[in-house]
Nanobody, 123 residues
């Protein structure tokens, strides 16, 4: 089993930046691709970004491509999401999760989830 804890969320003005962290404990973190998802009230949880086990392959949602960067440090059991040029529509609770395969983009391919961290972008 893997336990995940997100941190780094907060309130930021539009155009600003935040870096989210996803710290893992439990079974070997490096066995899994890790993704970030986000969710707003009344909406489905949506894919944001994913990094493969080795950290050399990534995929992004079109809405964040060019603004967000996902990376991982397996020695620290941590995955990061660097978010820049934030927009009001990026406001959401952000979750990290471990998946199966290379770079899965659907939430059904993910099994262990963190509790989430709130990101609020003021316009």
């Amino acid at each position: 089993q893997v336990q995940l804890v997100e941190s780094g969320g907060g309130l930021v003005q539009a155009g600003g930046s935040l870096r989210l962290s996803c710290a893992a404990s439990g079974r070997s973190f490096s066995w899994y691709p890790v993704g970030w998802f986000r969710q707003t009230p009344g909406k489905e949880r949506e894919f944001v970004a994913v990094v493969n086990r080795g950290g050399d392959l990534t995929r992004y949602a079109d809405s964040v491509k060019g603004r967000f960067t996902i990376s991982r440090d397996n020695a620290k059991n941590t995955v990061y999401l660097q978010m820049t040029t934030l927009k009001a529509e990026d406001t959401a609770v952000y979750y990290c999760a471990t998946g199966t395969g290379d770079v899965p983009v659907v939430k059904e391919r993910y099994s262990y989830w963190g509790q989430g961290t709130q990101v609020t972008v003021s316009s």
